[in-house]
């Protein structure tokens, strides 16, 4: 396996968007997707302090969380990572967007791009998301992206999973 932390921070570049490292500058744009432990920021110091665990995550191994940029602009419009499993060569994949770039193609090609990092450079065996059985959006996503339903979770949760052949 081929997990972080890497050399180089890995930039992964796609027609509209790229995955890459998340700045302090970036911070601002992001407060209200900005999540840690399921506990939203609420301030820019709040924000600020989740990135750094984020970035402690990484450093540590655990985890690697992008910031999706809008190629055009640069923006960070969104995240996705890797959050959970890494030792045991799977990989939680988690993403947000914010509200007025849903519904684009922003987070189809987010989605795509790490999960092909996840199993070409990271070769996890299995790559697992979790949502609400409400967030027909997200269920959505998952199915286009070929993630199989595998277990109804408590608290109305739902499990989705793409394996590779070992």
């Not at 697992?128 to 997200?138: G, H, I, K, M, V």
């Amino acid at each position: 396996m081929n997990l972080p932390p890497y050399g180089v921070f890995p930039i992964i570049t796609g027609d509209n968007i790229s995955l890459r490292q998340i700045q302090l500058s970036d911070i601002n744009d992001i407060i209200e997707i900005s999540f840690y432990d399921a506990v939203q920021a609420t301030t820019l110091q709040q924000a600020i302090a989740m990135q750094d665990n984020i970035n402690q995550d990484y450093k540590d191994g655990n985890s690697i969380h992008w910031g999706i940029a809008e190629n055009v602009t640069n923006k960070i419009i969104g995240t996705c990572g890797y959050y959970r499993g890494l030792d045991k060569g799977t990989g939680e994949l988690g993403c947000i967007l914010l509200p007025s770039y849903r519904g684009q193609g922003f987070m189809t090609a987010a989605m795509s791009l790490a999960i092909d990092f996840g199993i070409n450079n990271m070769q996890l065996k299995r790559i697992w998301a979790e949502t609400t059985q409400q967030n027909e959006r997200a269920i959505k996503l998952l199915e286009r992206l070929n993630f199989i339903k595998v277990e109804d979770l408590e608290n109305n949760g739902v499990e989705y999973e793409i394996r590779q052949n070992v």
